[in-house]
C-alpha cells in the first residue's frame, strides 16, 4: 500500500522558535513536494525535489529550508517561525514520469504563537 | 495572480443533482490537469486526470478539457452528500521538471 507519512500531524511553536516538519514515503519515489495550504488560497507550492540533494525553490520559498539526504525522506525547516506561517503543510511524492499521480500525506497543522 | 482560476468559489447543488466545476489556467507551459478532492480535515486524493482534448468519464464524474483555451471542468451527476468536499484543479506545468500549480478550489455541499 503506497504511502506518504508526516510527523507531527500537530505542532504548536512560539514566535522565534525553529521547526522540523518530516515527510516519508515508501514508493522510491524522485520527486518530492512542500505545500502550504491556507484558506482560500488553495496549495501553494513551497519547495520541489528531484532526488537527494537535488532540491529547487517553489512559488514561496521565502522564510523554509528543506533537506533531503535519502531518496525517502524529505524534511522542511522553519528556522525562526512567524506568525504568518501559521498553516497546514502537506508533502506529496510522485515518481519522474509525466502522467503519474502526485500521493499526498496526511499534512501537519502548524500554529505559530 | 493565481495562474489557475477555479468557478464558482462555493456551490451548493440538491441530492441527486448535477454540479459543474471550473477550472482556466494562464499559463502556457500547462501539460495537463488534474482534479482533486479533499474532505475536510483530511488530505487531497486524486479524483481524474484528463491528458487530452475532449471528455473523459468515469463513472459519475466527466471531465472535459479545451486545451487551446486552457480550460477544464468537472461535472458531478447524481450528486450525494458524500461528494460534499473542496474540489482543486491542479495544472501540471512542464519546463523541464514538472510542477504542480493549484487552484483555490471550489467547495461544493451537496443538500439532502
Known amino acids: 500500500d503506497m504511502k506518504v507519512t508526516q510527523m507531527p500531524r500537530y505542532l504548536i511553536k512560539r514566535m522565534g522558535e525553529n521547526v522540523l516538519l518530516e515527510c516519508g514515503q515508501d514508493?522510491?519515489?524522485?520527486?518530492m513536494y512542500w505545500y502550504r495550504q491556507d484558506p482560500g488560497l488553495g496549495l501553494q507550492l513551497i519547495y520541489i525535489?528531484?532526488?537527494?540533494?537535488?532540491?529547487s525553490e517553489g512559488d514561496i520559498p521565502k522564510g523554509y529550508r528543506v533537506s533531503r539526504k535519502k531518496r525517502e525522506h524529505f524534511s522542511l525547516i522553519l528556522d525562526s517561525a512567524k506568525t504568518n506561517q501559521t498553516s497546514v503543510y502537506f508533502c506529496?511524492?510522485?515518481?519522474?514520469?509525466?502522467?503519474?499521480?502526485?500521493?499526498f500525506g496526511p499534512g501537519t497543522r502548524l500554529t505559530v504563537l | 495572480q493565481q495562474k489557475v482560476q477555479q468557478s464558482p468559489e462555493s456551490l451548493i447543488v440538491p441530492e441527486g443533482g448535477m454540479a459543474s466545476l471550473n477550472c482556466t489556467s494562464s499559463?502556457?507551459?500547462?501539460?495537463y490537469f488534474w482534479w482533486y478532492r479533499q474532505h475536510s480535515g483530511k488530505s487531497p486524493k486524486m479524483l481524474m486526470?484528463?491528458?487530452?482534448?475532449g471528455e473523459k468519464e468515469e463513472g459519475r464524474f466527466t471531465v472535459h478539457l479545451n486545451k487551446a483555451s486552457l480550460h477544464t471542468s468537472l461535472h458531478i451527476r447524481d450528486s450525494q452528500p458524500s461528494d460534499s468536499a473542496l474540489y482543486l484543479c491542479?495544472?501540471?506545468?512542464?519546463?523541464?521538471?514538472?510542477?504542480?500549480?493549484f487552484g483555490a478550489g471550489t467547495r461544493l455541499k451537496v443538500i439532502a
Open positions: 506529496a511524492s510522485r515518481t519522474g514520469g509525466r502522467y503519474a499521480e502526485q500521493f
Open positions: 514508493m522510491s519515489h524522485e520527486t
Open positions: 525535489s528531484y532526488d537527494v540533494d537535488s532540491n
Open positions: 499559463d502556457r507551459n500547462v501539460d
Open positions: 486526470s484528463i491528458f487530452s482534448n
Open positions: 491542479a495544472a501540471l506545468i512542464y519546463t523541464g521538471n514538472y510542477k504542480y500549480v
